[in-house]
Structures are given as C-alpha cells and as structure tokens.
C-alpha cells in the first residue's frame, strides 16, 4: 500500500480534513499495538460492540498524525483527518481496490481448520519462487482480511490470504473484496457451526468465496461438500483430495507403516517421508501438493519442499527471568512479520527499559540493503536501551541502529561476553531465527529450570472475556477477578494483559494483593474484596476501593480515610446479603446504612452481591430469589442515595445463565480461564491452562516388584513405568495416586501408580507405543482435562489452580 491521503479520499469517497498530501503505507487498527508511526493512519473501527474512536487520543499520544474516523474532533491539533461514514466500509472499499489493481496471483484457503498452518507452509514453499505476500497471523475476518489485501505491494506476484466466516452472509462481503484465482477449501468442522442452521448451510456460506475462482482444490472426503462443489461450480477446474481413492489426490499405501508416504497425484506417484502421520497433517500434506502441483512445482522439488518445511509455531512465551527480567521468547522463527507481531506484544507491558536480541533473518527473497533498513526503523522506533544483532549479515548493518548496539557472530559469542547478565529489571526480548538457536540464551535467563511448566495462554484468556462479553448489553462494565494470585496463575501478569484490553474493574481478596499489583505499574481500578482491619492504610496509600459490609468495617475504614488526611469523597463498594449468608449488610439494615453515609465523606462506587448458586440448575428458583432481593434492596439503596452507583452481582455461570440480570457491571473469575458447569457454553470457551511435565526415566518393573513408598503398587507381569518430575510439593494431591489419577502422554491416559512422592510420581505406560524418556506428559489440559482432573481430586478446578506450587514455573503465551 502506498497512497497519499488525496488518492485515499478518491478511492472511498471520504472527506480529507488537513494535508491531502502525506503518504500513508500502513494503517493501523489497535492503538495499543501501534510498532511505528511513520506514514502509518491510524483508523477508528466502530462496531455494534465497541467504538474506536475512544482510543483515537492514544493513538494521537503515540505519535499518530493521520486519523480515519466517522467523525471529527476539532480539538486535536496538527492532526490530518479522513472522515468516513462507515470505518469498516472504508476498509473494506479501500481493500478491495488496492487488491483489484495489484496484478497478483492469489490463493483464497477457507475452511473451520487447517487455514492458518496451510497459509504457513504454502509461505515456506513459495517464497524463494515468487515474490510472496500472506496474511499475517489469522487475519482473515471482515477487518483482518483488508488489513492483510492491504500490504500488497508492486513487487508482489503471489498472494496468500484466509478468509474466515462465523455467520451467515458474511462471505458475500469478502468475496467482493477478495477474489481468488485458486480457492482452497480445508476442512469443514465445527468450528462456528452453532451459528448456522445445518452443515449445509455452513458449506453453502464458506464455497461462496470461489465465485469468481479458476480452479477450486477441496477435501472431497466430505460428500456433502463435494457434492455441493460439482453442483455450484460444474464449469470450473476442480480438484478434489482426501484418503477417499474417488478423489483426485489421495493416500495410495497404508500410512500406519514405517514407510515413505506416497500420494497419487492424478496417476502421478509423489513419494516423501513423514514423522508425523495423524489424519490432520496428512490431509494438510496432501492439500498442499496439489496447490505446488497446479503453480507448475516439480515433482522433486515438491519433495524437497516438503522436507524442509518447519513446525508451524504461533505463539510468544513470557517467563520471569533473573534481576527481575521478563524474558519474552520469541526464537520460533523470523520475518517481518513475526517481528511485528513481536514488537506489538512488547508494548504490552508497563516496563519503560528493555534490550533486544535479533538475528538475521533467514529464507527471504529480499535485497538485504532494503531488508535491513526497514528492520532499523521498525526496531528504532521502539527505543530499545541495548540492541544485540546476531550473525554476519545483520551484523553489516549495525549502524542503522540508534541504540546501543551489540554485534556477534554467533548465540555462543553472546553467552561468552557476559552482556546479557548485566541486564537489571528489562523486558528481554529474544526474536531469531532457528538455526541460531537464541532458545538458548532463554535457559540462561530465566529464572525457573524446572521441567514441569504451567502455561497460560493468554489469547485465549481474552477469547474467553470476549465471548462471555458478547452476551451483554455494549455498556455494561466487566470486573475481572485476579485475587489468589489469579487463581494460580500469575496476579500481576494477567492483570497487565487484562488492563491492556481496557478491563473496567480488577477484584482483589486482600489489600496486600492490590498494593503489589500497584507497585508493579497496574492502573485499573482495584476492589478489595475482604478489607481486613489492618490493610487500611495501605487501601488508602495505594489507592485501593474496599468492599464495605458492615456498620463496623464502615466505621473503622472512615476512621482511618480521615487519619490519612484524604479529602477527596473515598470511593468504597456496598455488600448486600442476599442470601449466601457470608458477608452484607441486610434489607432491614439499609435505612441505618443510607443515614450513616450520608454523614460521610465517601461515595457508593458500587452496589455488589453474590450468588451462590448460579452454577447448580437445581437451585434456579434460590438464585432467582436472590435476585430478586438484590434488585429491590439495591434500587432502594440507590434512590436514597440521590445518585446512581455500579450495580453488579452475576458471576462467571450468572453471566451465562442469568444474563438479563447483569445491571451495570460484571464479575468474571473461572470463566475467563476456560471453564463453565453448562456443556454448551463450554464449547464456546477455550482452554487457558496448561499444566505439563517430562519423562525423567522409564523402567522395566518385573512381576512381583513394587513401586514407590510403602509398595502400594506391585506389578502382576513386565509393566513399564515412567518417572515424571512433579509431585504434591508442585500441587499434585497425594489421594489421586494409586491408580485413581491420570496424566496424558502421546493423547493416551496413564495411571499414576504408587504413592505420590514429594518431588516426583510414577505412571504406567505399559500401553503406550513409541514412549521415551524426555517426552511430554501433561498432567492436565486437553486429556485429561482441567474438569476430568480436579475429578480425581474430589474438588472444584478452583482449588487445583490455587494450589499450583509458586516454584512450578509460569510460561504466558500468544498463540
């Protein structure tokens, strides 16, 4: 993309306020994650959700000069304008021209699953036989897939772009920005199938996208969407693959066999290893020859290709490191777009110092001149203390760097200089590609060596936010709660990440909890939910809201706001008990507590309650009634109050199950993680948590022996035994061993046998195939999961989150 503000305002039909002049190549969407500002618009996207142009002073703020927006804010100086009347139509228009008159070949891949690794290795593929332009990341939706038609520029020849859907009558809108040559369709699962009437539908919906296609490759395993295929599309090139042999491409040998893969490609044999041979990437496999073949690749080459294709990794990790260091790892792979994708998660965080670790970047068609100068700016305008260049060839190009800067050879070269290790409260970031193997300097810098792992992925974190706020109404308030270290999980990381995506609200337990979230940058508005007499001064300090719930914390609290000289009306949240019989003031109490507040140099911020039993269908009518009570006790309150406070009392399965309840606010814990009692809701959600370790050691245990302390376990024939490296000093409870837990390895179940030691635990893997020491076990996740889990242990997965062991080692990733 490269216009002037002039030609943009031609294209869309918009109004231009300022210089009509200025060039604009990028335009950016997200005021948080904006990596440069040079010839870079920011565009104000309004939706039925959410209106951007709220975030258009932060933009302002980052040095954003060009603004495009439903409407004008005079107020804002030397600012250019582009004035729209729909933010998502201009996108889309100005995507659909750019595309139109691009003069590229393109590839269009839709489907539930598989779009993104297919782009990926399409990429790897291709790039050295054409100039090669993709979607980055999993832009593929009403907004991702403009943004991505939009860094089409006059050199490319090839395009790769997703498209994805989760509605009807989405698709029609795309395919009229987009219009690929070959479609590509994977396959069609559930992924957003509850929003359409039948599978027919969805299919319907996803083919539309090949209206204007030369040649349509699909998985014809499915009949249904071959036979929608030949009917829709009987006068364009079709080529069908599956394992089915009625299709074009499949599957000719037994694929269980130690053997070569062959794939029968219209008669044509193609042969080529494979270590992983699961249906999915086999399908994917054979999806991406015919794509190869119908772009004229030889068969040869096919198969080199396929042998240096790379693991497709699509995720960030942040791990504490020494000298409090946050050390985010990102030595998956290198181009300019994971570069970008890096320096966006890196404005994430709150740290003002932070150093770089980057390496050349291998496998791009590209002038290394023109390459590396526009790595130099993208990492200049970051403003890193110290930049470390890794290798000889970006190493040539250190000048263009303004800060600090560092050059070696080799990983090895920087470990022996010892730069690294006088680095003190940064964020770390390391960006390489895999031959310099950077994944190393992350050993030496973090702060945790243990094996066994919680990871915490934190896009799905924000899916699950996202999802539960989709049932609200737009203006209602969202509280997260992060008290008990965020369920285990890591207080001040999730609250950095959740107050990044503007949550309105975090819930603490106790003051102490809050105060540190303070000291570490967080500037949310932090409730203390349980006040304790004691914490109030460090409330006061740290600029804390308690929950108030009685006449004595009422006092006490007041007492100690006129002490510390405050003279601002405090802001304190009231508890109601509406029939928990925990905490609250009751209903014959309020007139006493309308009377003493208005003595009181203090504002009701919020009026709170708490069901108890949201989650149990059973209690429907119960919870019902303590709505009721909460609707008539908290209006009443608010009416004498002469001014209208927050109201909130629904909880995660509230949110779900009562939603026409919701009042002003929400509070979120356990559904934000992943986990709801309705199956349904369930689907929706994703899984957060991820709690896994190794294998130290396997043994051979001979008929008659015994396993582990007090013998509890005596194998009756030859079983082999895995050692894993986590016990109950790591959260694993002693009662689910002896053969009534489990732990997934190879997507199989093994029992835990014996007792549960201290720092280890046993597992049988006797009927396990292919199983080695040094492979992964997880102790819960997928299989078994969170739920199935905190089964074994008779308690709520609450309670197997909190007593995660602080020593077992925290990873947080963007997938």
Known sequence: MDYTVQRISEITNAKVIGDRNLMIKNIAYDSRIIYSTKNTAFIAINTPKNSGEKFIESAINRGITVIISEHHYPEYKNVTWIIVEN????????????????????????????????????????????????????????????????????THELGIFEVGISKPNEMEKLENIFHPQIGLLTHI??????????????????????KDSEVIIYNGDNSLVDEKIKKSYSDKKLISYGFKKENHVFIKNNISKDENIIVEYFGEEISFPAHQRDEATLTNAMALITVLKELHIENKKIVEKINLLKAVEMRLESIEGIKGNIIINDSFNLDLDSLKTALQFLNEYNKSKKSLVLTDIVGVNANSKELYEEVSELVNEQHFDSVFL??????????????????????????????????????????????????????????????????????????????????????????AMVKANAYGLGSYEISEFLQHHHIDYLGVAFADEGAELRKKGITTPIVVMNPEQHSYQTIIEYNLEPEIYSFRILELFYEAVQKSGCDKKYPIHIKLETGMHRLGFKDFELDALIETLSTKNLK??????????SDIPEEKEFTLNQLKTFKINSSYLTEKLGYTPIRHILNSSGITSYTEDQHDMVRIGIGMLGESPSSEIQKQLRSVV?????????????????????????????????????GYADGIPRL???????????????????????????????HIPNVKEGDTVTVFNAKPSLKEFAGYCKTITYEV???ISPRVKRIYIKD
């Open 390 to 479: 890794i290798g000889n060839e970006i190493s040539k190009f250190s000048d263009l760097f303004k800060s600090k800067t560092y050059t070696f050879v080799d990983t090895k070269e920087l470990i022996e200089s010892k730069h690294l290790n006088e680095i003190e409260n940064q964020i770390i970031l390391l960006k390489g590609a895999r031959k310099f193997e950077i994944e190393k300097l992350k050993d030496i810098l973090e702060l945790r060596k243990h094996d066994t792992v919680l990871e915490i992925n934190l896009n799905a974190i924000l899916h699950n936010i996202n999802y539960h706020k989709s049932l609200l109404k737009p203006g209602t308030k969202m509280m």
């Open 189 to 210: 699962g559930t992924a957003h199938a509850a929003n359409f009437s039948s599978d027919e539908e969805l299919i319907d919906e996803k083919i539309k996208l090949f």
């Open 604 to 613: 009701v911020q919020s009026v709170l309650s708490h069901l108890s039993s």
């Open 690 to 726: 991820s709690f896994k370790t190794v294998i130290s050691q396997i043994s051979t245990v001979e008929n008659g022996e015994s396993v582990g302390y007090s013998r509890k376990y005596k194998a009756d024939h030859p079983t082999k035994i895995a050692t894993i490296p986590v």
């Open 87 to 154: 933010s998502v139509d201009f996108i889309q228009k100005l995507a659909k021209y750019h595309f139109e008159n691009s003069h590229l070949q393109s590839i269009g891949i839709t489907g539930s699953n598989g779009k993104t690794i297919l782009k990926e290795w399409l990429y790897q593929c291709l790039w050295n036989e054409f100039s090669t332009v993709k979607s980055p990341k999993s832009f593929n939706s009403q907004i991702g897939l403009p943004l991505s038609l939009l860094q089409i520029n006059s």
């Open 801 to 803: 989150l909190t007593s």
């Open 736 to 766: 689910i061993g002896n053969q009534i837990g489990n732990v997934g390895v190879h997507k199989a179940l093994a029992a835990i046998v014996g007792n549960i030691c201290m720092d280890m635990m046993m597992i049988n893997v006797d």
